[in-house]
């Protein structure tokens, strides 16, 4: 059988060799075009240059950016150099250097080619192994894709196996598509585009609305929009009630302890904002002897205690001095407790200075959960509010299940008839007063986790949590919750409407108005001495 002249088995296999040899020199070649235009052009020729690398989408492109844009990347005469230490690789060809050449120049990056340059990088990522890094890559081209990355996207689209990040990169492909010259892709895009929940593809629809002739077109990405708003809508919502119950939270945390002095003595605290302050400064403290060690991230869980058992003491303290001799003076308690708030504030200046500290969150209250694009609930806000329904949870159990909470419940009802029984209504005193001083602490540490910790921490919630108390009823846990939520419920909502200052007018108007049609807030005191 005649084979020809290269009809043999070896020749046949030499030019199949041949080819692809050439394919791989053309494609190398085009690389190599682009990695030089990259080095040598100008500024627009760089960005023509970096989306075709993106395009290409090869771990030769990927390192070539990431040099650039690390500022390893070089030129010597007409080499472009990737240049790490001591070591040099031409970046063509993929060379390794003798030694590194004195004459190297520095490639220009400006700001335009920088952002350029981000965005190309976010998009190779695309492709990473690491299911982290490509779910942070698309988190990042949400906002910043361009059309020259869509080849990449499809690619990565096509191999993505997580549902989140495919779903992310199927609106990025869509959103991509909107500029294409085919009007079925348009239609599809714009059809596609209705899953959406981020904001700024409500942006871009807006702009395809102005610019789009297709009467069709404009009617579905009308529709799009309509659903894109309404679910943007729901997430603003899901927002605003988050953001009450953590204020509302807060507020209660802050007001607990006053609730139980101020009801149990008719004490006017005015100290009460330093115990929570002391509590901040408890964690902080508590935080510095956990810091270099392994167990960091436990320092919170130790801060706790030491913050509920340090506010406690100075309360307790504070009692024994001070207070226990100005019991049915309110005036005077009024005084004392605030000179005595400006003796603690001095105090926490002298010792640890009058700049704010800073305290750390730990890693599992880093972060947050994502409902919608740009709308995070942080992990920081969700575990106080936890935090402080478990320390509403324990103050019930104390008082309606031990016999401290007995005797605290008979002496603010009745407190003589209370002595007459055989309570020790002094330390029944003292001993509530140290539990509403470490609540307050517990305060401190929570507040420590979403704000700055300083001498004026206290002075921020003083007067909030007063407002509290009164308007929830005096020795009233109930009321106390109930004023609390109302509060931040109030408080956020009319943020949203007239701003900050003028809803907190309008708070303290509403509590003044409340408090003269109903003097013992919302909930009265009952007992026989309160009824007869």
Not at 196 to 208: D, H, I, V
Not at 355 to 364: D, I, L, R
Request: glycine letters at 10%; proline letters at 3%; one cysteine or more.
């Amino acid at each position: 059988m005649n084979k020809g002249r290269f009809g043999g088995p070896f020749h046949m296999r030499t030019l199949i060799t041949i080819v692809f040899a050439l394919l791989s020199s053309g494609a190398l070649s085009q690389e190599g075009k682009d990695i030089e235009k990259l080095a040598f052009g100008e500024s627009d020729e760089k960005i023509e240059a970096i989306a075709a690398l993106v395009a290409s989408g090869t771990p030769k492109a990927a390192e070539v950016l990431q040099a650039l844009a690390d500022g390893e990347l070089y030129t010597a005469g007409k080499r472009v150099l990737m240049v790490k230490g001591d070591t040099a690789t031409d970046a063509v060809t993929g060379e390794k250097i003798a030694s590194v050449p004195d004459e190297k120049e520095d490639i220009t990056v400006n700001n335009r080619l920088r952002r350029e340059l981000g965005a190309a990088l976010a998009a190779l990522k695309l492709i990473s192994p690491q299911v982290e890094v490509r779910r942070s890559s698309v988190k990042e081209l949400l906002n910043s894709a361009e059309p020259a990355m869509l080849p990449l996207v499809r690619k990565a689209l096509a191999a993505e196996s997580d549902p989140q990040i495919k779903a992310m990169l199927g609106q990025i492909a869509a959103a991509l598509e909107l500029r294409s010259e085919d009007r079925a892709a348009r239609l599809a895009a714009v059809k596609k585009l209705a899953d959406s929940n981020n904001a700024s593809t409500k942006t871009l629809l807006l702009g395809f609305l102005n610019e789009e002739k297709d009467e069709e077109l404009k009617s579905e990405a009308r529709k799009s929009l309509s659903a894109i708003e309404g679910r943007l809508a729901w997430g603003e919502r899901l927002g605003v009630i988050f953001t009450s119950v953590s204020l509302g939270s807060i507020l209660l945390l802050a007001a607990l302890g006053l609730a139980i002095t101020y009801g149990l003595m008719g004490v006017i605290n005015m100290a009460h904002g330093e115990l929570i302050m002391i509590g901040a400064y408890a964690t902080y403290v508590t935080q510095n002897l956990f810091k270099g060690s392994a167990h960091f991230d436990w320092y919170l869980i130790a801060a706790i205690p030491v913050a509920f058992l340090v506010s406690a003491l100075v309360g307790m303290a504070l009692e024994r001095s001070v207070i226990r001799w100005l019991y049915g003076r309110p005036l005077e308690t009024l005084l004392s407790t605030w000179g005595i708030s400006l003796i603690l504030i001095q105090a926490v200046r002298t010792i640890f200075g009058a700049q704010n500290v800073q305290v750390e969150n730990p890693a599992f209250m880093s972060g947050g959960v994502e409902i919608l694009t740009g709308i995070v609930l942080p992990w920081s806000r969700i575990v106080i509010i936890g935090f402080a329904l478990f320390v509403l949870l324990g103050i019930w159990l104390l008082l309606n299940k031990t016999r401290l909470g007995l005797f605290v419940r008979g002496v603010t009802q009745n407190r003589d008839m209370a002595s007459c029984v055989g309570v020790p209504t002094a330390r029944v005193d003292t001993w509530a007063f140290g539990l509403g001083s470490g609540i307050a602490g517990l305060a401190g540490c929570a507040l420590s986790q979403i704000g700055n910790v300083g001498p004026d921490l206290g002075q921020s919630y003083i007067v909030d949590s007063f407002m509290v108390v009164v308007l929830g009823g005096v020795g009233q846990l109930a009321g106390t919750v109930y004023a609390a939520l109302g509060l931040g419920f109030a408080n956020k909502l009319l943020e949203a409407w007239q701003g900050a200052v003028l809803a907190k007018i309008a708070v303290l108007i509403f509590i003044i108005i409340f408090i003269q049609k109903r003097p013992q807030g919302m909930f009265a005191l009952k007992g026989r001495a309160v009824e007869s």
